[in-house]
């Protein structure tokens, strides 16, 4: 798992009034708003004591913790300790791990690392066209988890041939032989284009949707600092439907997907039901394959797995987590897990900004290393 990228951490209807514990790259956040509405991100683990602070509630905009009642403003810094009394001065130390969030598309994105903020990648434009065409287009949000490694579920979500035995809604069977096809490969994206015969759609998206389709264009991109997978089907242009989905790593054997379907055809209402149920058919037949690989991890070199050229799309991003690896950005989880007595945090900006008086450590990260590229 990789610090210093941009994570979906949940739905912005979720983070309400109260504050909303989750967890992510095997560690504990809370997310509130603030006075002005914005969602901040915290470490979940209160300095004092240990306290998880989302159990606590949002006092003025803040996180009070439910142990002693300390509370913790956006910035992650302590502002009230009650048993110091009106006048007690409250130490520097006393402040938690704050996360750069950003809310976009119904989706609460927060940076789960250290980097300055020039420095910190920026995130994806997934509907650049589609935003200004209001009531043109139709957005439905859900989520769903893969019981594997979330290297493995990306490189799943652009994986070429295994549509036709798995998906039963678009797997074309008088298409097994993979045609040829080639990968951008950019400084945050990589991208591809592709055609193929499309399978009669069923139900009422026979009514938009015409059968015998010549061949159809498909875009599929991974987003590499903010993981995640953008699908535009060219269905019968102009009507088109894209699938954004976001990966975000629970721990290692446990993914979180976060998905938005948004269509230019059958935009009323009454038609999400529909179009939600297709999308959880297809989660649903990925996770019977995915939820039962060995190992749930990638395995640590190319070499370990028989890959194909048609497999080139997942592998150029595996080659890129890899490479983020051997730089130093990756989390020694075996680490953690042998020891008992600390609790651990992401590191934030704040501390590259400040390193020292900080009361939990961060966590262990893997040396870099030569891996295999």
Same mark, same amino acid.
């Given at each position: 798992?990789?610090?210093?990228?941009?994570? %979906? #951490?949940? #739905?912005?209807?979720?983070?309400?009034?109260?504050?909303?514990?989750?967890?992510?790259?095997?560690?504990?956040?809370?997310?509130?708003?603030?006075?002005?509405?914005? %969602?901040?991100?915290?470490?979940?683990?209160? *300095?004092?004591? $240990?306290?998880?602070?989302? +159990?606590?509630?949002?006092?003025?905009? /803040?996180?009070?913790?439910?142990?002693?009642?300390?509370?913790?403003? $956006?910035?992650?810094?302590?502002?009230?300790?009650?048993?110091?009394?009106?006048?007690?001065?409250?130490?520097? +130390?006393?402040?938690?791990?704050?996360?750069?969030?950003?809310?976009?598309? $119904?989706?609460?994105?927060?940076?789960?690392?250290? #980097?300055p903020e020039a420095e910190r990648p920026p995130l994806?434009?997934?509907?650049?066209?589609?935003?200004?065409?209001?009531?043109?287009?139709?957005?439905?949000?859900?989520?769903?988890?893969?019981?594997?490694?979330?290297?493995?579920?990306?490189?799943?979500?652009?994986?070429?041939?295994?549509?036709?035995?798995?998906?039963?809604?678009?797997?074309?069977?008088?298409?097994?032989?993979?045609?040829?096809?080639? %990968? *951008?490969?950019?400084?945050?994206?990589?991208?591809?284009?592709?055609?193929?015969?499309?399978?009669?759609?069923?139900?009422?998206? +026979?009514?938009?949707?015409?059968?015998?389709?010549?061949?159809?264009?498909?875009?599929?991109?991974?987003?590499?600092?903010?993981?995640?997978?953008?699908?535009?089907?060219?269905?019968?242009?102009?009507?088109?439907?894209?699938?954004?989905?976001?990966?975000?790593?629970?721990?290692?054997?446990?993914?979180?997907? /976060?998905?938005?379907?948004?269509?230019?055809?059958? /935009?009323?209402?009454?038609?999400?039901?529909?179009?939600?149920?297709? %999308?959880?058919?297809?989660?649903?037949?990925?996770?019977?394959?995915?939820?039962?690989?060995?190992?749930?991890?990638?395995?640590?070199?190319?070499?370990?797995?028989?890959?194909?050229?048609?497999?080139?799309?997942?592998?150029?991003?595996?080659?890129?987590?890899?490479?983020?690896?051997?730089?130093?950005?990756?989390?020694?989880?075996?680490?953690?897990?042998?020891?008992?007595?600390?609790?651990? *945090?992401?590191?934030?900006?704040?501390?590259?900004?400040?390193?020292?008086?900080?009361? #939990? +450590?961060?966590?262990?990260?893997?040396?870099?290393?030569?891996?295999?590229?």
């Open positions: 798992m990789l610090i210093n990228n941009w994570y %979906v #951490l949940a #739905l912005s209807d979720e983070v309400g009034t109260e504050p909303l514990g989750v967890h992510a790259l095997d560690q504990d956040f809370v997310l509130f708003r603030d006075e002005q509405g914005q %969602v901040r991100c915290l470490s979940d683990i209160c *300095v004092h004591k $240990g306290g998880s602070l989302c +159990r606590g509630k949002v006092v003025d905009g /803040t996180v009070q913790c439910p142990y002693h009642g300390w509370r913790y403003n $956006g910035a992650g810094e302590c502002v009230l300790i009650p048993s110091l009394g009106p006048d007690g001065k409250i130490p520097k +130390r006393a402040r938690v791990d704050a996360y750069p969030t950003d809310e976009r598309w $119904g989706w609460i994105w927060v940076f789960l690392g250290d #980097l994806p434009d997934f509907f650049p066209e589609y935003e200004a065409q209001d009531g043109e287009w139709r957005f439905n949000r859900g989520k769903a988890q893969f019981q594997c490694n979330w290297v493995r579920a990306i490189e799943n979500g652009v994986d070429r041939t295994h549509a036709v035995f798995v998906h039963t809604d678009f797997g074309n069977p008088e298409r097994t032989v993979a045609a040829p096809y080639e %990968v *951008v490969d950019e400084e945050h994206r990589l991208y591809c284009i592709g055609a193929g015969k499309p399978l009669n759609k069923r139900g009422t998206w +026979r009514d938009a949707i015409p059968d015998q389709r010549d061949e159809r264009e498909t875009e599929v991109q991974i987003y590499v600092p903010a993981p995640s997978i953008r699908i535009q089907m060219h269905m019968q242009p102009p009507k088109s439907q894209i699938i954004v989905t976001a990966y975000t790593p629970i721990n290692e054997g446990l993914t979180q997907l /976060t998905f938005i379907q948004a269509r230019n055809f059958m /935009t009323d209402e009454k038609y999400d039901e529909d179009a939600r149920k297709r %999308v959880f058919l297809v989660l649903g037949e990925d996770a019977a394959v995915l939820d039962h690989l060995q190992p749930a991890r990638v395995p640590p070199l190319l070499s370990d797995e028989l890959l194909l050229d048609s497999d080139k799309h997942g592998v150029m991003f595996r080659k890129r987590v890899k490479a983020r690896e051997a730089a130093g950005d990756a989390i020694d989880t075996r680490a953690i897990r042998n020891e008992d007595d600390y609790a651990r *945090v992401i590191p934030s900006p704040a501390r590259s900004r400040d390193p020292k008086n900080w009361v #939990l +450590r961060p966590v262990p990260m893997r040396p870099g290393d030569d891996a295999d590229q």
